[in-house]
């Protein structure tokens, strides 16, 4: 089992070349076995990005969800009184963003590797990363 940072399930969706050897195995040895942890945080990371047309998909924002969810075998994570203590008490190494601080905690709490191109997530002491 892993955790995906939201870049990630996009690019695996959209643009799958975008990603590493490393983390495609790693995605798809999830998929076949224990499952890939997907942070509720990331739906609305994607919701804004596609209100935002940072993403533009063909189809609306709940079918795009429904065909991440039919195509992988995703395990949805919401924030838990743990999660969201670590994740205001995570290093200055890693950045401000809420969403990604959250995704990290996630990743420590639940002693899971975190799949992300993120250089400062990557970098951080005590975040298990893939990349």
């Known amino acids: 089992m892993i955790v995906l940072d939201t870049h990630v399930i996009i690019w695996d969706a959209l643009k799958p070349e975008l990603l590493s050897k490393k983390a495609k195995k790693a ?3 999830a998929n076949e076995t224990d499952g890939i942890i997907f942070c509720e945080i990331s739906l609305w990371e994607i919701a804004m990005l596609i209100k935002k047309k940072r993403i533009v998909i063909d189809t609306t924002y709940l079918e795009f969800i429904n065909l991440l969810k039919a195509a992988n075998n995703y395990i949805f994570k919401g924030l838990t ?3 969201a203590e670590l994740s205001t008490n995570l290093s200055s190494e890693i950045n401000q963003d809420p969403a990604d601080r ?3 905690a996630t ?3 639940n002693n899971l590797k975190l799949v992300t191109a993120d250089k400062n997530l990557r970098k951080a002491a005590g975040v298990k990363t893939i990349w």
């Open 81 to 83: 009184p743990e999660i």
């Open 102 to 104: 959250i995704i990290c």
């Open 27 to 29: 995605i798809d040895k």
């Open 107 to 109: 990743s420590i709490i």
